[in-house]
């Protein structure tokens, strides 16, 4: 059982409206970083719908939806995945400022947005690898 599996009556994924909310969120996300001088350099212009994808398929994945980013893509290994990325505290501040922002967006429940905030702040705190600028 995974994370957004956990709970009693249903999970995460279809306890928040499903896919049409984490699309939401990941390009509301996205709107923020393509404003970002500091993190839209590190994102694949010439293929932003990627991106956006891979991560709302992830996250849908990760919360209790379709397994499409795992059949797409294997194992997220995210850390090796961003690796080649200088992800220091200010990127991973100004990520985490973006993020805020989408999830606010959505004006899911007090319980929901918690939950789902204490994971992107865990997730953004692990990617981090370096701490020079």
Same mark, same amino acid.
């Given at each position: 059982?995974?994370?957004?599996?956990?709970?009693?009556? #249903?999970?995460?994924?279809?306890?928040?409206?499903?896919?049409?909310?984490?699309?939401?969120?990941?390009?509301?996300?996205?709107?923020?970083?393509?404003?970002?001088?500091?993190?839209?350099?590190?994102?694949?212009?010439?293929?932003?719908? #990627?991106?956006? *994808?891979?991560?709302? @398929?992830?996250?849908?994945?990760?919360? #209790? #939806?379709?397994? @499409?980013?795992?059949?797409?893509?294997? *194992?997220?290994?995210?850390?090796?995945?961003?690796?080649?990325?200088?992800?220091?505290?200010?990127?991973?501040?100004?990520?985490?400022? *973006?993020?805020?922002?989408?999830?606010?967006?959505?004006?899911?429940?007090?319980?929901?947005?918690? @939950?789902?905030?204490?994971?992107?702040?865990?997730?953004?705190?692990?990617?981090?690898? @370096?701490?020079?600028?």
């Amino acid at each position: 059982m995974g994370p957004g599996q956990d709970r009693v009556g #249903g999970n995460f994924y279809d306890e928040v409206g499903g896919q049409p909310v984490f699309d939401r969120l990941v390009r509301a996300f996205y709107e923020g970083v393509r404003q970002d001088d500091l993190l839209w350099p590190m994102y694949p212009e010439h293929d932003l719908e #990627g991106a956006i *994808h891979r991560l709302s @398929t992830f996250l849908i994945q990760y919360w #209790g #939806g379709p397994t @499409t980013y795992g059949d797409e893509r294997g *194992h997220p290994r995210l850390r090796m995945r961003h690796a080649a990325f200088r992800v220091n505290p200010a990127a991973r501040d100004r990520w985490l400022l *973006h993020m805020r922002a989408a999830v606010d967006a959505l004006e899911l429940s007090p319980l929901h947005d918690a @939950t789902l905030w204490a994971y992107l702040e865990r997730a953004a705190h692990a990617m981090v690898n @370096t701490f020079e600028d």
